[in-house]
Structure formats: C-alpha cells, structure tokens
C-alpha cells in the first residue's frame, strides 16, 4: 500500500512535469529570430505600382539607405525636390521610445517618437511638425509604420498624416536593391 502512494505521486509529477518540459524544450528549438525585431538595414527602391498613393505631390522618398543598430535608426533620403530635381535628407532616430528631432522643410522640426509592436515586426514613427504659413502655425501629424515582408525583401510603410486641411493615407512599398 505504501509503494502504490510512491508510485501514485511520481505518476502525477510525471504528468504534470511531462507537459511543462515539453513545452520548455519546444522554445528552445524555436529560431531566435521568431522573437527578434525586424531590422530594416538596407538600401531600398521605392516601388511605385505596389505603392497606394493619395493626391498631390510625390514627397516620399524614392530611394532610401537605411542603417539599424542597437537603440538608433538611420536613414539617408533621396526625395523629388520642388524644383523637379532630387533633395537627399539624412534622418537618425531613437528606438527607445525618447523624442527625436530633424530638420524638416521650410524650417520646421520633426518631433518623432519611434515604438515597437508587441512582437517586435513593426516600427511605428509618431511625427509632429508646426509650419510657420505666413504668420500662422500649421500642425501636421504623421504616423508611419514599416514593416518587412518574411523574406526580407519588401519594405512596407503605412502612412497617416492628419493637418487642419485633412487627413491623407498612403501604402509605400520599397524592394531591397
């Protein structure tokens, strides 16, 4: 009777231990880069017809070279200029969830603060510019969020920008070059 109270014990242990290691053992089998967050180091093309663009002028970049390290983003810009040529802008941000500053145009500051989703995939950058129009403060708010294709290849960036003349949405798609 004694050795079936052992024996009793130890089989619970062994169904509930059983299911616990099991589960353990699986995590660690599971690729690093499951729980890693996206890296958007690269140089990118802007891909016109994946693009879903709003009306008005084309301001987004047309090429871009980004550079992701440890809590700091870097991008250097390639953007249609007014005058019809190209304009190159090198942006650096934070991925701490701290405020940013670049310079934006006719200027302007661009306060971003950047966060990660929940699973690391996405990048979200929350911009605030003021525009000085003749005497009056003009407030634009963009939110862009990037995102990378499984295989690395295409660059997405979700784009809302809200101002006092209306709100506009786009879909950016880059190709890694």
């Known amino acids: 009777m004694n050795s079936r109270k052992t024996f009793s014990s130890g089989k619970r242990f062994i169904n509930i ?9 699986s995590l660690s089998l599971v690729p690093g880069s499951l729980f890693a967050q996206s890296n ?23 090429s871009m070279t980004v550079d992701q390290q440890e809590g700091l983003i870097s991008m250097d810009l390639v953007r249609p200029s007014f005058d019809g040529g ?13 405020e940013s ?10 306060k971003t603060i950047t966060t990660w989703s929940d699973d690391k995939k996405e990048l979200k950058f929350a911009k605030t510019i003021l ?14 969020v990037w995102s990378m294709s499984d295989d690395g290849k295409t660059l997405t960036v979700k784009s809302a920008m809200i101002s ?14």
Do not use: C, H, R
């Open 17 to 25: 231990s059983l299911p616990v290691l099991f589960a353990f053992v």
């Open 101 to 110: 500053v670049n310079p934006g145009m006719m200027d302007s500051s661009i």
């Open 164 to 177: 006092q003349m209306g709100e506009t949405n786009l879909v950016l798609v880059y190709d890694k070059k």
């Open 40 to 62: 958007f180091s690269g140089s990118w093309a802007f891909n016109e017809s994946k693009s879903i663009l709003g009306e008005g002028p084309m301001m987004s970049a047309t």
């Open 86 to 98: 190209d304009m190159k802008v090198s942006e650096k941000y934070t991925l701490d969830g701290k």
């Open 131 to 144: 525009f000085d129009m003749n005497g009056d403060t003009l407030e634009l708010k963009i939110t862009d």
